[in-house]
């Protein structure tokens, strides 16, 4: 049967260090998936190399049964894999408005984009009251909600989230966790990686564990909820 | 580093393909001047040549300098193209005729990139690689310094053609030796220019100057002196800084000081000049004391409202003598594409005069030749393209190291260029 | 005191050199925002482009279809360039590498106008003659008319960047490179439209110089300078800082002379922009 999402594999070089080992993983279509892991265990870079920011040295990457590894961003983007990343990757001095009009910088369908804006703003009312806002004068919480909500209105079919709840008050860690499961409620498959263990557990319906490089634990999420290892290495218990 | 070195071999094959480009173009313009310069005669000047030589051909090598970067570009390119035609008049006459040897004239042309660094290296590489006995060219004073600590070491004279330094420590004295100025300097033909004014502007009194900011002081003085003497004023001087491209600024000043005349001192820049002047609407008299080519005015200030009243003391080209004509059908047959530019008549005049003082002495010994050129004090031991000239400067400058030689006047009206004459310099 | 004429012709002279900088420095910063290279021959763009429209004009087309024609021709050759000299290439310092190369295209440029173009000055036609009365005070029209120009090749800019996908896009990438790649916006065509717009607007500058001006091989190193000490003052990536910046140095390049003298004019905009970055280091309008 072909897998929605599946990644054979993958080795990613940094200046000469490999950072990814030989990581396999995939997603099934309507799922939450989450890659939690310490710092620097390399899910950022993963990450990097789907979204064709970053050359994997070995290994493939399969979305709807085509090979997109080795792609550029561009079409990488057109496919409908669409990825916010860490830092959310923001147009600090523009308007959010525009930042949002940017999301659906590939769509060639105006009158569904103008519609998408406003169903967007409705389900972002704080967006909307700063619409005309610079990006970087809202507070962390609602540049993450612009973010995935940039993203959003790129129509994904794969969301791939960097750390949303990275510098975040726990409220808006939990508000930050709602969008999501609404995101994934639509249809879009979602694929977290997370620090915060305890939060990327509780959304996801499978989890994998990433140590240096390597994929150590898989399995579903409230499973791992109680792993030993899981547990002790990631949920501070 | 691997598209580094890619992107870097990308850069030098783009370089190599430019230089292609140019090497060919010149290819293609020796060859053009080798067929077309062949019919023209030898009848620039009147350099006394020996179609059959007795004694030995020999090679005088002439270093030449001139700075080819910088606002000095166009007349620095004049020059060495003035210089190459004179080698060319002696090489179709046979050589010319120096003590019991005939000579052939092999002018080696440096660029000083217009500034006293690259002076020195030109210097250096003529004096020490190519053994010249003789250095002539440069406009900048520091250039002229430059080159001159260079060559007076090495017994090397040098005929400098800066034409802004009478009485400064760069020009000519007795104090320095093998160091001759074969270039007249502007300030002497501002008399002319005065009387000119006063015979056909007999109401215009007020004179308002511009200088450049290159120690035109002593110049000026001797403006203001002469000015005075005719019962004229100057009501405003305006210094603009050297490698000024945008001379409104200068202008709104002098312009605003209600002058009846202006006197834009020897500037190859007196054409922009103009066109400020008149874009402030001063419509006075404009006068130009420099060696720019009146047709200048006309090729680039072009709008004929502006080209009336202006006065220049360059060559006119619509007017030549036979002298320059015949350099001007040389030049245009050499370089086609260029239009004639009257520095090289000038340019033409210093190995020329170097030449005759060397077949005056019948030696090529620098300092013999200097000895000899010094002696040449009478209108008329000297042939310029311009018609007689001497060696003076013994009252001004305390030893007559200092060419002189008739100044042409031109007035420019409605865009048309009136021919006044050449004039003899008078002493003030 | 100086009269009121003189201040207006100052004036009026200072904000038309300002803008001829405002033109060098939006090309400078955009290539400089969203390709992170300093194009260190703009200047010979400026120079070419001033070139062509001679050439052009020398051919009985008029001066206005020649300056578009001219800074279509320089777009192009815009393209061309970052296509083949400064697109960046994986595990190279861009820009570095863009200094080392636009240093050499500076030199191979100025060269092969010299031998082309030959060193004599020349001049464009007047893009109009005789001067304009100004509450007064008589000033060159030429100068109002590159001031008109300036002003509506500006505003055009500004509305593509504010208004259209692509403009919206360009800014975008220069804010944030890699955010924008994430976006779909293929940096290459940023990239290409920067060069693009950048020297279609630095051979606008040419012209317009050219003809208040004089035209020679080499008259591009001095805007140059200008254009960047313009959006040094007014901070990189903001086109009302440039303004604000190509107007600041303008002025003083304008009234300075007329009111101090020579020398004092050619070291006050050095002061002044000494002075600005010493108290607000990221330029007048400047972010971070």
Redesign the interface.
Same mark, same amino acid.
């Given at each position: 049967m072909q897998m929605f999402f599946e990644i054979k594999n993958l080795r990613v070089r940094y200046e000469g260090a490999e950072v990814v080992k030989g990581v396999s993983l995939h997603l099934e279509e309507g799922e939450i998936v989450t890659l939690i892991g310490s710092n620097g265990a390399g899910k950022t870079t993963i990450l990097r190399a789907v979204s064709g920011l970053k050359a994997p040295s070995a290994g493939e990457i399969w979305f709807e049964g085509t090979r997109v590894d080795g792609r550029n961003a561009q079409s990488i983007v057109k496919l409908g894999i669409v990825q916010v990343p860490q830092g959310r990757g923001l147009f600090p001095y523009m308007s959010v408005a525009e930042n949002l009009k940017l999301g659906a910088f590939l769509r060639k369908d105006r009158r569904a984009v103008q519609k998408d804006l406003a169903d967007v703003l409705v389900h972002f009312p704080r967006l909307k009251e700063r619409a005309r806002q610079q990006a970087s004068t809202l507070s962390g919480g609602e540049q993450q909600m612009l973010a995935i909500a940039a993203a959003v209105m790129c129509r994904p079919r794969l969301l791939l989230l960097d750390e949303p709840s990275m510098g975040l008050s726990p409220l808006m860690v939990s508000e930050i966790g709602k969008i999501v499961r609404e995101i994934n409620a639509t249809g879009t498959t979602v694929l977290l990686v997370e620090q915060n263990s305890r939060l990327a557990l509780k959304l996801a319906t499978r989890a994998y564990v990433l140590e240096t490089g390597n994929i150590v634990v898989e399995g579903a999420a409230d499973e791992l909820m109680h792993s030993e290892h899981v547990r002790k290495a990631y949920l501070g218990e | 580093m691997m598209s580094g070195k890619k992107s870097v071999a990308l850069l030098c094959v783009f370089a190599l393909l430019v230089s292609l480009g140019v090497a060919v173009a010149a290819c293609g313009e020796g060859e053009e001047a080798a067929t077309t310069a062949a019919p023209t005669t030898a009848t620039t000047g009147g350099t006394e040549t020996t179609t059959a030589p007795v004694g030995e051909t020999k090679t005088l090598k002439i270093g030449g300098i001139m700075g080819l970067t910088g606002p000095l570009s166009i007349p620095s390119l004049a020059f060495m193209r003035g210089w190459e035609i004179y080698a060319d008049v002696v090489k179709e006459a046979g050589g010319v005729k120096i003590g019991n040897d005939t000579y052939m004239i092999e002018i080696i042309e440096e660029d000083s990139k217009g500034a006293a660094e690259g002076a020195t290296t030109a210097a250096s590489k003529l004096v020490n690689q190519d053994q010249v006995q003789f250095v002539m060219g440069a406009m900048l004073e520091t250039e002229v310094a430059a080159i001159y600590s260079v060559t007076q070491p090495a017994g090397v004279l040098y005929a400098t053609a800066n034409i802004n330094i009478p009485e400064h420590a760069s020009d000519v004295s007795p104090d320095k030796d093998l160091f001759v100025r074969l270039a007249v300097s502007p300030d002497e033909n501002q008399p002319l220019d005065l009387d000119y004014l006063r015979e056909n502007y007999p109401d215009a009194v007020k004179i308002g100057v511009s200088q450049p900011d290159i120690g035109y002081e002593g110049m000026f003085d001797r403006l203001k002196a002469s000015a005075e003497k005719r019962g004229m004023e100057v009501v405003h001087a305006e210094k603009w800084a050297w490698g000024t491209t945008d001379f409104i600024p200068t202008y709104t000043n002098i312009v605003a000081s209600k002058p009846d005349i202006i006197f834009a001192m020897n500037s190859g820049q007196a054409n922009d000049q103009l066109k400020a002047a008149r874009q402030l609407g001063f419509t006075g008299p404009f006068v130009s004391n420099s060696p720019l080519g009146a047709d200048v005015f006309l090729v680039t200030v072009q709008d004929p409202t502006m080209l009336t009243d202006v006065i220049c003391n360059s060559p006119d080209v619509t007017h030549p003598n036979d002298a320059m004509k015949a350099l001007m059908d040389r030049w245009t047959a050499k370089w086609p594409n260029d239009g004639f530019v009257s520095d090289a008549v000038h340019a033409y005049d210093i190995p020329w005069i170097l030449v005759q003082a060397m077949q005056k002495a019948g030696s090529t010994d620098p300092a013999v030749v200097l000895a000899t050129l010094e002696a040449m004090t009478n209108r008329g031991d000297l042939q310029t393209n311009e018609g007689p000239g001497y060696m003076g400067g013994q009252d001004r400058f305390g030893v007559n190291r200092v060419l002189y030689r008739p100044f042409p006047i031109t007035r420019i009206m409605n865009g048309e260029l009136e021919f006044a004459g050449f004039f003899d310099p008078i002493p003030e | 005191m #100086?009269?009121f *004429? @003189?201040w207006m012709?100052?004036i009026v002279?200072g904000i038309a %050199?300002g803008w001829l900088y405002v033109l060098m420095a939006m090309g400078l910063t955009l290539m400089l925002s969203i390709m992170g290279i300093l194009q260190l021959a703009h200047g010979e763009i400026y120079m070419m482009g001033a070139f062509l429209v001679y050439y052009l004009t020398r051919r009985e087309i008029g001066i206005y279809p020649a300056i578009v024609v001219s800074m279509a021709a320089m777009a192009v050759l815009g393209v061309i360039l970052e296509r083949?000299?400064f697109r960046p290439? /994986? $595990?190279? *310092?861009v820009a570095l590498?863009s200094i080392?190369?636009s240093t $050499?295209?500076t030199l191979?440029l100025s060269?092969?106008a @010299? @031998?082309g173009f $030959?060193?004599?000055?020349?001049?464009l036609? /007047?893009l109009i003659?005789?001067?304009f009365d100004l509450f007064g005070a $008589?000033v /060159? #029209? *030429?100068?109002i008319l590159a001031i008109g120009f300036s002003v509506v090749a500006l505003i055009l800019l500004y509305t593509f960047l504010k208004r259209t996908?692509l403009g %919206?896009?360009m @800014?975008?990438s220069a804010?944030?490179r890699? &955010?924008?790649?994430? #976006?779909?916006?293929?940096p290459n065509h940023m990239s290409m439209a920067a060069m693009a717009i950048g020297c279609a607007l630095a051979a606008l500058a040419g012209a317009l110089a050219g003809s208040i001006?004089?035209l020679?091989p080499?008259?591009g190193s001095?805007p140059m300078i200008n254009g960047l000490v313009t959006i040094v003052l007014g901070g990189l990536g903001s086109i009302p800082g440039a303004v604000i910046g190509g107007m600041i140095l303008g002025l003083l390049? &304008?009234?300075? /002379?007329?009111m101090f &003298?020579?020398?004092a004019?050619?070291v006050a905009p050095l002061v002044i922009v000494i002075l600005v970055l010493l108290f607000r280091p990221k330029g007048i309008l400047g972010?971070e």
């Open positions: - | - | #100086k009269s *004429d @003189v012709q100052a002279n %050199l083949v000299l290439r /994986p $595990g190279r *310092d590498t080392v190369i $050499g295209l191979i060269s092969a @010299v @031998v $030959g060193l004599y000055t020349k001049s036609p /007047p003659s005789g001067s $008589g /060159p #029209k *030429d100068r996908r %919206l896009a @800014v975008a804010q944030n890699e &955010g924008s790649f994430l #976006k779909g916006i293929n001006l004089q020679h080499y008259m001095l390049n &304008g009234i300075l /002379p007329v &003298g020579a020398a004019a050619s972010h």
